[in-house]
């Protein structure tokens, strides 16, 4: 018998990395104004042409609205992506993966039952 654990051959194998997101997807919102750059889109009112990623701007560039330098961006992430961080999405019932617009409907939709369940308590007088 031997005093040295066993390896298996399972610890061999290199662990697969997790996916590394897609930076040009996603959208950079101006912090004074409130502008949201979508690649997708681009911008018009520059002559961007869409599906033109965020750092692939010119450093000269400026948001359309206010005119703030491009430092002044924030990444918001993809569209109708699930909002918070990744490592966060798994905990809780589940809603942590639905998108804002989900939870909205998921929100609303149950008051709206809730609502419609008292308004018939009246019917049982």
């Not at 450093?59 to 961006?73: E, H, M, S």
Request: charged fraction near 20%; glycine fraction near 10%; include cysteine.
């Amino acid at each position: 018998m031997s005093t040295h654990p066993s390896e298996s051959p399972q610890d061999d194998r290199p662990k697969p990395e997790a996916p590394l997101p897609d930076l040009r997807e996603d959208r950079y919102e101006c912090r004074s104004c409130g502008y949201v750059y979508e690649p997708l889109k681009g911008d018009d009112r520059r002559a961007v042409a869409a599906n033109t990623p965020f750092a692939d701007l010119d450093a000269q560039w400026l948001c359309p609205v206010c005119r703030a330098p491009k430092t002044q961006f924030t990444n918001v992430g993809p569209k109708g992506k699930a909002s918070g961080f990744e490592e966060n999405l798994g905990y809780g019932f589940g809603v942590n993966v639905l998108t804002p617009g989900q939870k909205n409907i998921l929100i609303f939709g149950a008051l709206g039952v809730a609502f419609l369940f008292f308004l018939s308590l009246y019917g049982l007088g």
